[in-house]
C-alpha cells in the first residue's frame, strides 16, 4: 500500500513537472514578445481622481531618433499638476533603455497640454507612458 502511494506521488510530481516545463519552453513561431498596445498609458489612481485624460501617443521618426507625444486634458476647473515618464520599446516587444527622465507638467483648468519625449534610437515601436502625481 505505501509503495502504491509513493508511485502515485511520483507519477503525479512527473505530470506537474512536464506540465510546467511544456509551458516554459512553449513559444510563439516568430519569437517576439506581445506589446499591448492598448495599455499605452499607465496611469496611477491619483491621477484619475484628479480629472486628467489623455489620449493615444504618437510616435515621430526622425534624423536624430524617435519623438513620442501623448495630449492630456484636465476636466476639472483647477490646475492640475501631473508628473511623467515615457518608456520605450522595439519592435519584439523589448524595452529600449534608457527610459525617459521624470517630468512635470501643470494642466490648466478645463485646458489641454501637450507632453512628448525623445530618445535617440530609430528602432523604436511602441511608446508606453507612466502618469503619477
Not at 489620449?55 to 501631473?82: C, D, F, R, W
Not at 529600449?96 to 521624470?102: E, I, K, L
Amino acid at each position: 500500500m505505501i509503495r502504491q502511494g509513493k508511485a502515485i506521488c511520483s507519477l503525479l510530481i512527473a505530470v506537474f513537472m512536464t506540465t510546467l516545463l511544456s509551458g516554459c519552453l512553449s513559444s510563439h513561431s516568430d519569437n517576439k514578445l506581445y506589446f499591448n498596445r492598448q495599455q499605452a498609458i499607465i496611469m496611477e489612481p491619483s491621477v484619475l481622481v484628479v480629472g486628467v485624460v489623455a489620449g493615444q501617443p504618437t510616435i515621430e521618426h526622425h534624423a536624430n531618433g524617435t519623438k513620442a507625444t501623448v495630449m492630456l486634458s484636465n476636466t476639472q476647473s483647477y490646475p492640475v499638476s501631473i508628473r511623467y515618464r515615457f518608456y520605450w520599446y522595439n519592435e519584439q516587444g523589448l524595452e529600449v533603455s534608457p527610459a525617459g527622465n521624470v517630468n512635470d507638467v501643470t494642466i490648466l483648468g478645463d485646458g489641454d497640454a501637450e507632453i512628448s519625449g525623445d530618445i535617440p534610437d530609430k528602432t523604436i515601436s511602441y511608446v508606453r507612458v507612466y502618469l503619477f502625481t
